[in-house]
T-cell receptor, first 114, second 111 residues
Framework: DTGVSQDPRHKITKRGQNVTFRCDPI?????LYWYRQTLGQGPEFLTY????????KSRLLSDRFSAERPKGSFSTLEIQRTEQGDSAMYLC????????????FGPGTRLTVL | KNEVEQSPQNLTAQEGEFITINCSYS?????LHWLQQHPGGGIVSLFM???GKKKHGRLIATINIQEKHSSLHITASHPRDSAVYIC?????????????FGKGTHLIIQP
């Protein structure tokens, strides 16, 4: 257990439905990252936050994706009108920008869009 | 943008063998990460190194900053070492935050 938790661990949904994932980082970590990993590939960067501010979004994040970190603690990633291509593992990681660069990863949320 | 390449993509070995996984990256970096991913998705950070060599148990990681190359070694491999090993580097060599990852090396250690 790295101290980063994600919920749910698995989500199966039908195409066109909205889904929301949650990440709870290590409490003192001010930076939080979202990555997406498709089968057989390494993770890809999606977005990251410093406290509640979303500092960067990848071009991989279409308009159907939105991420928030309202109080600088937990974060949510919402996908609207899901498509089969959204099926992937969504990983969250956190670190403290004032300390080591090591990121601590959560267990991931595996999304399957039918 | 930093490009990270790993080799081999798949590796099957017998218990006890010495394992080497290689990683190269395109943009100069401050540190490189080695990660381990078990079936089910959880990723664990093994090493973050910026120079020389680090050792943790049977795992050894080395990096050559000038050649933009790193290796992960496993001595006296064991079936429980079976996992995907991923190297990762800062996305743009010091600018934007976050990591860029290799595709991973799928390691199977047979008893």
């Amino acid at each position: 257990d790295t101290g980063v938790s994600q919920d749910p661990r698995h989500k199966i949904t039908k195409r066109g439905q909205n889904v929301t994932f949650r990440c709870d980082p290590i409490s003192e970590h001010n930076r939080l990252y979202w990555y997406r990993q498709t089968l057989g590939q390494g993770p890809e960067f999606l977005t990251y936050f410093q406290n509640e501010a979303q500092l960067e979004k990848s071009r991989l994040l279409s308009d159907r994706f939105s991420a928030e970190r309202p109080k600088g603690s937990f974060s949510t990633l919402e996908i609207q009108r899901t498509e089969q291509g959204d099926s992937a593992m969504y990983l969250c990681a956190s670190r403290n920008s004032g300390a080591s660069d090591t990121q601590y990863f959560g267990p991931g949320t595996r999304l399957t869009v039918l | 943008k930093n490009e990270v390449e790993q080799s081999p993509q798949n590796l099957t070995a017998q218990e006890g063998e010495f394992i080497t996984i290689n990683c190269s990256y395109s943009v100069g970096i401050s540190a490189l990460h080695w990660l381990q991913q078990h079936p089910g998705g959880g990723i664990v950070s093994l090493f973050m190194l910026s120079s020389g060599k680090k050792k943790h148990g049977r795992l050894i990681a080395t990096i050559n900053i000038q050649e933009k190359h790193s290796s992960l070694h496993i001595t006296a491999s064991h079936p429980r070492d079976s996992a995907v090993y991923i190297c990762a580097a800062p996305r743009s060599g010091g600018g934007a935050d976050g990591l860029t990852f290799g595709k991973g090396t799928h390691l199977i250690i047979q008893p």
